[in-house]
């Protein structure tokens, strides 16, 4: 279950840290949802979303599997939002102009939820504990999985093909 979560949440760093750069496609995508908010604001809701995850990954424990669930859920919400109105521009998940919503975006954000409600039901130590009482091989291959997680899950907000509305 750990290394499941502190994949969940590693993601959570990885956008968040890539929103407080270019925050202006997540604006811009909030904007076609009808919430108009200045970059300021944009930028400080990704330096909570990338604290919620760092948090969560080196802490862990039920308070931060509750904020990353929070912030997971938000994801949906948007995602299903974007997708009803059919919002072809950039999600701004990653700061990138070009990653429309797709279905994945979906999938991945409940997968989040679910990860960290469970989490929160069963608390799931960071990395910080789990490493400092032992670096055993099962910790380590934890923490590869996990890592190796954060970047399938990246790739797949961001690389894969996006299907064609006119098809």
């Known amino acids: 279950m750990a290394p499941v979560f502190w994949a969940g949440a590693g993601l959570l760093i990885v956008a968040g840290i890539a929103k407080i750069r270019r925050p202006r496609p997540a604006r811009d995508a909030l904007a076609g949802l009808g919430l108009p908010l200045p970059v300021g604001v944009v930028r400080a809701l990704a330096f909570v979303e990338a604290a919620l995850g760092s948090i969560a990954v080196l802490a862990g424990g039920r308070l931060a599997a509750m904020g990353a669930a929070c912030a997971y859920a938000s994801f949906v919400v948007f995602s299903v939002a974007a997708r009803a109105r059919r919002q072809t521009t950039s999600c701004g998940c990653f700061g990138e102009p070009d990653t429309p919503v797709t279905a994945v975006h979906v999938v991945l954000a409940g997968a989040g939820v679910v990860a960290a409600v469970a989490a929160a039901l069963h608390p799931v130590e960071g990395v910080a504990t789990a490493l400092g009482r032992d670096l055993s091989a099962d ?29």
Request: hydrophobic share 65%.
């Open 139 to 167: 910790h380590a291959l934890a923490l590869c999985f996990a890592a190796m997680a954060v970047w399938l899950g990246h790739a797949a907000l961001t690389l894969l093909p996006v299907p064609d509305p006119a098809s």
